[in-house]
């Protein structure tokens, strides 16, 4: 949904830009205090520690997966927005945050998503996403049992429903400062219609996501923050009866449930490891397979002619633009070396970010 030069009007751009830039403001707050959590890893770690490098490859992951493009129907294809995943994971300002890194360097690496219309990208793909996607997943778990299987069902359903919605705020956007003189109409039917199908792609891979990353480490899952689990039950003549603490175990107030267990399954840098590997082969190695049908934007703007007025990006001669390196004849090699460096650039730079945003939080908190 990488809104090019072209179809938002100077006015309009400009506004959502303003936008943008206040939301990131905000989001830079929001983080410090998202990063720089008071409750313990189950390495000891505080907050802030363990949090800061996960927000970092959280960016690159959502890079590399925006890469690996999915058919949806009538030759179209979808790929992940990311801002339901970056909010559950790391919050919904660090969120913000992360969604506006990778559009950023999207943008000046890849040619992908407009330079002038960076404003309207982050405001649809980074502020729509985050906050729809994170307020429908905190309205769930107010209503769902506390558990996991809670968590990742919220995560779908959020995900689900960002996507749409994201489809609708371009749709507003284009009412206000549409560049082309169009059915506003048909334009809503078929943003909304083919984005709902691409929203059940988003939907199953950050469901997924959020689901690994519990099952090993749910203390850092910033969206499972006072997960808890029922003490340890024991069926005795057809009665449940809860198995007693160990004796040296302090004691707790009966009414509240157990704390989720501190030790962690994987230790954080082995995670950390293991998603940065992951989000090399995704985007080196199987963004080779993704589909090249145009995605639900590039579908809907050629069916109804919103693209006649598209503009050439500014960074259209970089030596990385449309995701290959100039001068590789091989376009698998080409496609794979363009996918590494971009998740790099984008761990170093999202890793500085955050690392920058938690180490300025700490003077404020002494």
């Not at 303003?18 to 189950?42: D, F, H, K, P």
């Not at 801002?83 to 000046?108: E, H, K, N």
Request: glycine share 12%.
């Amino acid at each position: 949904m990488h809104v090019p030069d072209g179809f938002i009007n100077a006015p309009v751009s400009a506004a959502t830009g303003v936008v943008a830039a206040c939301a990131i403001a905000v989001s830079l707050r929001g983080a410090r205090r998202e990063l720089a959590g008071t409750a313990l890893a189950g390495d000891g770690e505080p907050g802030g520690e363990r949090t800061a490098p996960l927000a970092g490859l959280v960016a690159a992951f959502i890079f590399a997966v925006q890469m690996l493009n999915f058919p949806v129907a009538a030759g179209t294809s979808g790929h992940l927005l990311g801002g339901a995943l970056a909010a559950i994971l790391v919050g919904p300002c660090t969120g913000v945050l992360c969604v506006s890194v990778v559009l950023l360097m999207q943008g000046i690496l890849f040619a992908d998503g407009g330079l002038t219309a960076l404003g309207v990208n982050i405001t649809d793909m980074a502020i729509v996403t985050t906050v729809v996607a994170y307020g429908v997943f905190r309205g769930l778990l107010k209503v769902l049992p506390r558990g996991r299987r809670s968590i990742t069902g919220a995560a779908f359903v959020a995900a689900l429903l960002s996507v749409p919605a994201a489809a609708v705020a371009f749709t507003l956007l284009y009412a206000i400062g549409g560049t082309t003189d169009v059915s506003l109409g048909k334009v809503a039917t078929a943003m909304i219609g083919v984005h709902l199908l691409i929203g059940i792609g988003e939907a199953v891979i950050t469901a997924l996501t959020v689901g690994a990353v519990i099952a090993v480490r749910p203390d850092l899952v910033y969206g499972a923050r006072g997960l808890t689990r029922q003490r340890l039950r024991l069926r005795v003549d057809g009665e449940l009866i809860d198995l007693p603490a160990a004796p040296d175990a302090p004691a707790a107030p009966a009414a509240d449930p157990e704390p989720v267990a501190a030790a962690p399954r994987t230790s954080r840098r082995a995670l950390w490891i293991t998603g940065l590997v992951t989000s090399l082969v995704l985007a080196g190695f199987v963004s080779f397979y993704a589909s090249a049908n145009p995605d639900g934007l590039e579908k809907v703007a050629a069916d109804h002619g919103i693209d006649k007025t598209v503009e050439e990006h500014a960074s259209a001669d970089s030596p990385l633009a449309d995701y290959g390196v100039k001068d590789v004849g091989d376009a698998r090699l080409s496609g794979g070396l363009a996918g590494v460096i971009g998740v790099g650039a984008t761990v170093v730079a999202g890793s500085a970010v955050f690392w920058a945003v938690r180490r300025r939080r700490a003077p404020e908190a002494s």
